[in-house]
């Protein structure tokens, strides 16, 4: 989790926001490092609102799709809400091919998901 870290991670208002830096999450080191890192987001720091933002991400392994879920149910069970953004088409549709598009809560880009976690002014501070 120091310069080696695969996640940008920084906070709008009481939004965790995650961006993945990699565009092919499918190496199992890989998702094993950012497992860790979003585990320790939520246990460490017991962040309670989580935005990931897949701007740069074209392609993911079942094994990511897998960190996902987890993910989905640690937040749950803290009662929180995780969203994801800026997903490409394709990989959509996996979601909706595995039926796990009822899991998540998706929009389109940043600003809408901020919105969406209750964000009053996505204009400034959520912008780098």
Do not use: W, Y
């Amino acid at each position: 989790m120091s310069s080696s870290s695969k996640l940008r991670i920084r906070s709008v208002e009481d939004v965790t926001v995650v961006r993945f830096q990699e565009s092919s999450i499918l190496d199992t080191e890989l998702i094993h490092d950012i497992a860790h890192e979003l585990d320790q987001l939520i246990e460490a720091k017991n962040n309670k609102k989580l935005l990931l933002d897949f701007t740069e991400v074209t392609f993911f392994s079942s094994s990511a799709l897998g960190i996902l879920v987890t993910l989905s149910k640690k937040m749950a069970a803290i009662e929180g809400e995780l969203i994801i953004c800026a997903l490409a088409a394709e990989l959509r549709k996996v979601f909706k091919i595995t039926n796990l598009d009822k899991l998540f809560t998706f929009a389109d880009d940043e600003d809408q998901a901020l919105q969406t976690l209750g964000v009053t002014s996505v204009a400034g501070p959520a912008k780098e």
